[in-house]
Nanobody
């Protein structure tokens, strides 16, 4: 099992930026996928972005494409989410997720991921 811990949330004005981090530990994570999901009050958890750990291929939800950038530091086993041009509708709890699988998976589905962080709150004021 891989453990993941997020950090970096906070309060920001619309148009501002934040960077989230997610440190992975536990079982050696040398392949698979890591991703970011978010959940706003009263809504289902939704896909934000994902990255293949080996090749670095990135995937984004349409709602964040062009504003958010997912990246990873392989040596530090850390995932990042750079969020720019933030909007009030980006307000949510952001979760880091990891799976050791990388093939034949729906990377946009929360059910694909075995490991989840506790979440970090991102609030964007208008």
């Amino acid at each position: 099992q891989v453990q993941v811990v997020e950090s970096g949330g906070g309060l920001v004005q619309a148009g501002g930026s934040l960077r989230l981090s997610c440190a992975a530990s536990g079982r050696t994570f040398s392949s698979g996928l890591m991703g970011w999901f978010r959940q706003a009050p009263g809504k289902e958890r939704e896909f934000v972005a994902a990255i293949s750990w080996t090749g670095g291929n990135t995937y984004y939800a349409d709602s964040v494409k062009g504003r958010f950038t997912i990246s990873r530091d392989v040596a530090k086993i850390t995932l990042y989410l750079q969020m720019n041009s933030l909007k009030p509708e980006d307000t949510a709890i952001y979760y880091c997720a990891a799976t050791l699988r990388s093939t034949m998976v729906n990377l946009r589905s929360p059910r694909t991921y075995e490991s989840w962080g506790q979440g970090t709150q991102v609030t964007v004021s208008s």
